[in-house]
């Protein structure tokens, strides 16, 4: 991990994502990974 990134960013990353294909396809993607510490 050279760049720094937590597993937090990479979740933040992936919901930017899920919002910006639902806003221009309006595709719902769902997501398969989430934080361990998110119980």
Do not use: P, W
């Amino acid at each position: 991990n050279q760049g720094g990134a937590t597993s937090r960013d990479y979740l933040r990353l992936a919901d930017s994502v899920q919002d910006k294909v639902y806003e221009t396809a309006g595709i719902r993607l769902e997501r398969e990974f989430v934080l361990a510490t998110d119980e």
